[in-house]
């Protein structure tokens, strides 16, 4: 069960700070209430509490944090506070139990397009990330340029399926080694659409493919770089005979980006993009997090702060 906010957003184009905080606020204990019943669990049987800790918006942080602390300390259960990007990335084990590193992960959503090493020893170094836009705000961007509701991803990902990708040849990112860049992209897609006096229902769906193929390309065009290095682009090895890559975040849900992937690094890679449901935000991919990060360092002494910058770790 995931409850969305979407619809409280989507007249303002995005997401409202004050107004993400108070709906957690009024969401948190009916979901978990809800998440328990389905799960046939009673409170007894809960052994831990774990919380996103960070990053994000401070108002929901704080809402998240103060609750899971606060039902650690009433039931006097241990509590840990994980980072919401190293969760989207550990949310593949909640498919393969058995995954270890070395793994090449990436996470792309609304905030982030981050390719990181998770490292035999535990530890995540990030390894490329955006110098401008993630990708999820490109689509989101792309799509209010476009005339589509938010959140854009998923309305692009649907009119793109009607359109030509090859229709329009958007320019690829040119930053440097394994760092992304989506503003060119971004602002190609206003000039292509500004020189049009209209845009009929099929030039729409051709300009959305072309705009998510560019997006895409560049996505795996990074994830490749860092797999095979080159001495161009640098790249590192050492990721073992079949490496692993993990893909996570909102945007993996995005199908054109799923199939790629696949037909790009299939063959070569061990590849893992978690079902739809577990990329976008939820709780799961916490409770996966949690599992890994307490075997490493254990719980956290609370009380602890939430972190609205913080990294994978
Ligand atoms: O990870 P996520 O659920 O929330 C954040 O942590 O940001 O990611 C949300 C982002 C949004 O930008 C949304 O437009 C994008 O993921 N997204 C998609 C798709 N579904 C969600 N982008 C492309 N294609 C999709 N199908
Ligand atoms: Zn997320």
């Not at 204990?29 to 831990?48: F, K």
């Not at 982030?112 to 990030?126: A, C, E, P």
């Not at 589509?148 to 009607?162: N, Q, T, V």
């Not at 799961?284 to 990294?311: K, N, S, V, Y």
Request: charged share 20%; proline share 8%.
């Amino acid at each position: 069960m995931i409850r969305s906010q979407d619809a409280l957003h989507a007249p303002y184009g995005g997401v409202v700070p004050e107004l993400a905080a108070r709906a957690h606020l009024q969401s948190l204990v009916p979901v978990i209430e809800r998440a328990l019943e389905n799960a046939g669990t009673r409170w007894e049987q809960v052994d831990g509490v774990a919380v996103t800790r960070g990053p994000g918006l401070i108002g929901c942080l704080l809402v998240g944090v103060n609750l899971g602390q606060a039902i650690a300390w009433a039931r006097k259960l241990p509590v840990i506070g994980v980072s919401h990007l190293a969760a989207h990335v550990f949310a593949a084990l909640l498919e393969e139990p058995d995954l270890h590193p070395p793994v090449l992960g990436l996470v792309v959503s609304g905030g982030h397009s981050d390719l990181i090493r998770w490292h035999t020893d535990g530890s995540i170094s990030v390894i490329g990330r955006t110098l401008d836009d993630a990708a999820g705000e490109a689509f989101d961007k792309g799509a209010r340029i476009l005339g589509l509701p938010f959140p854009g991803g998923p309305a692009i990902d649907a009119l793109a399926a009607k359109g030509d990708p090859r229709a329009i040849r958007f320019p690829r990112p040119r930053a440097p080694g394994l760092d992304f860049s989506f503003s060119g992209v971004k602002t190609a897609l206003l000039y292509e659409v500004r020189k049009r006096t209209s845009i009929s229902e099929q030039e729409r769906a051709d300009l959305a493919a072309s705009y998510q193929e560019a997006i895409v390309d560049a996505l795996l065009q990074r994830v490749e770089g860092a797999l095979f290095p080159s001495p161009a682009r640098g790249g590192g090895s050492g990721w073992g005979p079949e490496p692993t890559v993990v893909i996570g975040g909102g945007v993996a849900r995005n199908r054109r980006l799923r199939e790629a992937a696949r037909s790009r690094l299939g063959n070569t890679a061990h590849l893992v993009i978690p079902a739809p449901e577990l990329c976008t935000d939820n709780a799961a991919m916490i409770g996966a997090a949690a599992l890994i990060e307490w075997d490493r360092r254990g719980p956290d002494p609370a009380p602890f702060d939430a972190d609205p910058a913080l990294g994978f770790a």
